[in-house]
């Protein structure tokens, strides 16, 4: 049995490129207050290129996460509790 690649070719875990940008991370915890469901990152990302971590478990797109149109921001099926912690990874968009 074959041993699946798990890093991209630029070292990170985001999928292969389709764009020129860059891989960024954003802590979205101070947006969190019990009440909000979407979510702002702070440059456009990469359609596709997105992954959300909810108290570090990885939520699905398309199950728990929906992209927004706008490629900046993001909306989760449920409501984070103030305190928890929430955070973005994605692939920076060039345009």
């Known amino acids: 049995m074959g041993i699946s690649k798990f890093f991209n ?4 875990t985001i999928p292969e490129s389709k764009g020129s940008g860059s891989e960024k991370t954003d802590d979205l915890t101070p947006q969190v207050n019990g009440q909000k469901t979407t979510f702002t990152v702070s440059e456009k990302y990469v359609a596709g290129a997105l992954r959300v971590y909810y108290n570090g478990i990885r939520q699905g797109i398309g199950d728990a996460v929906t992209e927004d149109t706008d490629r900046m921001s993001f909306t989760l ?3 984070p509790l103030t305190g928890d912690k929430l955070l973005a990874d994605y692939e ?4």
């Open 9 to 12: 070719d630029q070292g990170g």
């Open 92 to 95: 920076k968009s060039d345009q």
């Open 77 to 79: 099926d449920f409501t």
